[in-house]
């Protein structure tokens, strides 16, 4: 059975265990800090991304790019609709909303507070940088607005399948719940999106992800948010 | 015939020239510059994100990771080996360089100095900020280090054969070395597999490229720097 290093608060890692879990794929999993820059996780991720891919028969796995491409090549089921539509314009609007979301969604949002909250923390106690976190809650207001337009005229992101860019969102919102950075009575058409994925079997084990001695927010758990 | 919308010291606008060039695809070009916002390219792609693919019977393909999937599927000749590796092994690296250069290796370097040194010219003559210039120097000798030391046992980044992830690092590198941020004596074992990449006939377009009022460095379109 493959293994998936990964860091319960991490998008990309989420991203996989999503993934891996619409498609029926079991994997165990071990827990690592990226913030610790441990020399046995450094030597396997030299740039310290996750999540990692353990299989037999494979080198590791290193990232979430590749990690899709294994997940896509070696474990999607053939016979159904895939989480990368058929369809090439959906397709190709699925990898455009990928790179928003694993690109700069992350650079203007997730990895500032993912750095100020988590990554601080575990590397020994220096506290958070508030002004990182309020330029952070402002970009967010940008990229939602821009995804409640997208939504209000679709089922899904990338058009009427769920597919990876869905997952990838929703990845990176339930990670900013979790630590508190999302108001969801200013969010608009995006919250029904994500009340809808939130609510599949495949979200459950992220649902009941906790973090030593720094508990979720109120929201993060409730599919009646 | 397909149309690309780039600028012409954008990596990823690069990456997708010399993907189309190494597959003898024949794309027309508009320049646009992204620091500009112009609504007319902002409505096509709201992220600002280059390049993006104009093609009959699609909507607009934005992005890079949208882009290199489209030319792979419509594009890529079936009958030699391409630039995503069929090793399974090698195509796992690939995507792990490919993530790394496209994120990490922008986002702590490329993109800064583009920021400062283009970035500021075209939006309107603002200076750049030098020690944001500091800075990406710096981060730049730490993954020079690492690509030295994974081409000193490997002719291609990925493997054997020249795939996506050297079109890529070529491509970040070649901006670089345009606004001269690049100290070639002291790049080691990187410079000579650069060398190689830059002799290839793809990418003699991109060493005829100049930007109006701002020549490149002396070594930039020298293919004995």
């Known amino acids: 059975m493959a293994k998936l290093l990964h860091h319960k608060l991490d998008p990309s890692s989420r991203l996989i265990r999503l993934m891996a879990a619409e498609y029926s794929v079991t ?13 046995e996780f450094m030597d396997i991720s030299p740039a310290g991304s996750l999540p990692v891919l353990i299989d037999e028969g494979l080198p590791p796995v290193v990232g979430w790019l590749a990690a899709i491409a294994v997940i896509e090549e070696q474990f999607a089921p053939a016979a159904v609709e895939g989480l990368i539509p058929s369809n090439p314009a ?28 988590v990554g601080r923390r575990e590397r020994g106690g220096e506290s958070p940088d508030v002004s990182a976190l309020r330029a952070a809650k402002t970009n967010l207001v940008e990229h939602v607005h821009y995804f409640n337009w997208l939504v209000a005229s679709r089922s899904w992101l990338a058009g009427d399948s769920l597919s990876l860019a869905d997952l990838a969102l929703a990845s990176h919102l339930s990670v900013l719940d979790y630590l ?7 969010i608009g058409e995006t919250r029904d999106w994500y009340a809808r994925i939130k609510s599949r079997p495949s979200f459950r084990p992220l649902l009941a992800d906790r973090l030593v001695s720094m508990p979720p927010s109120k929201t993060y758990a409730d599919l009646d948010f």
Chains 1, 2 share one sequence.
């Open 180 to 186: 508190g950075d999302i108001d969801w009575s200013e």
């Open 90 to 117: 959906h397709r190709y609007e699925c990898w455009r909303i990928l790179e928003w979301v694993q690109g700069k969604l992350n650079d203007e949002v997730t990895r500032y507070v993912l750095e100020e909250k």
């Open 27 to 39: 994997l165990t999993f071990e827990e690592v800090s990226p913030w610790k820059r441990k020399p």
